[in-house]
């Protein structure tokens, strides 16, 4: 079945940096777009960034765009978020996710299988 595992959250400064991964399993990687969206406490999910399944295009949401940057890596399943000049209110439980399509990455056009999310607190 389907298996998502995030990892690289953890604590950052303030303009700060941290490279999140999400090895993906179950499934042909290289056939689906994939995103990140994050839940901050007490808030609802908010869709970040995704990535078409041949890496040819991406979008952002405009709260991290120019911050952040979304990449893949077919060859290895894995999924990538490098995010730059963090800010306190970026911090958020980090998930990735599986598109249903090649070319459509937002929140309507998910997978409902998440992993389990990467914390990230940016604080000083």
């Known amino acids: 079945q389907v298996q998502l595992v995030e990892s690289g959250g953890g604590l950052a400064q303030p303009g700060g940096s941290l490279r999140l991964s999400c090895v993906a399993s179950g499934f042909t990687f290289n056939n689906y777009a994939m995103s990140w969206a994050r839940q901050a406490p007490g808030k609802g999910l908010e869709w970040v960034s995704g990535?078409?399944?041949?890496?040819?295009?991406?979008d952002y949401a405009s709260s991290v765009k120019g911050r952040f940057t979304i990449s893949r890596d077919n060859a290895k399943n894995t999924l990538y978020l490098q995010m730059n000049s963090l800010k306190p209110e970026d911090t958020a439980l980090y998930f990735c996710?599986?598109?249903?399509?090649?070319?459509?990455?937002?929140?309507?056009?998910?997978?409902?299988?998440w992993g389990q999310g990467t914390s990230v607190t940016v604080s000083s």
């Open positions: 996710a599986k598109s249903k399509y090649r070319d459509y990455v937002y929140l309507d056009g998910l997978d409902d299988t």
């Open positions: 990535i078409y399944a041949d890496g040819s295009h991406s």
